[in-house]
């Protein structure tokens, strides 16, 4: 969860019991490069097989969760920005 402090653009941003220190954007930008690959990588490995397989309800589902997994990470930076 991101947690933002009144100290211009310091910002906590925990993944996954990993702590990363945000000081400005390029961090911010560095930090959403890793969680894309890491979203990639679960979900989006799935849609492909699902694409080579041509199996259109798995092609919905794994989507849907590509879809999710990306939403909900954008959330995750809201939430913790918000809850400050």
């Given at each position: 969860?991101?947690?933002?402090?009144?100290l211009?653009?310091?910002?906590?941003?925990?993944?996954?019991?990993?702590?990363?220190?945000?000081?400005?954007?390029?961090?911010?930008?560095?930090?959403?490069?890793?969680?894309?690959?890491?979203?990639?990588?679960?979900?989006?490995?799935?849609?492909?097989?699902?694409?080579?397989?041509?199996?259109e309800?798995?092609?919905?589902?794994?989507?849907?969760?590509?879809?999710?997994?990306?939403?909900?990470?954008?959330?995750?930076v809201?939430?913790?920005?918000?809850?400050?």
């Amino acid at each position: 969860m991101l947690k933002h402090q009144a100290l211009d653009t310091l910002a906590t941003l925990e993944i996954d019991m990993d702590t990363v220190e945000i000081n400005g954007r390029s961090d911010f930008a560095l930090w959403a490069i890793q969680r894309a690959r890491e979203i990639v990588m679960a979900e989006g490995s799935a849609l492909a097989l699902a694409a080579r397989d041509m199996d259109e309800e798995a092609l919905k589902e794994h989507g849907a969760a590509l879809g999710k997994a990306i939403a909900d990470a954008m959330l995750e930076v809201f939430d913790g920005l918000m809850s400050e």
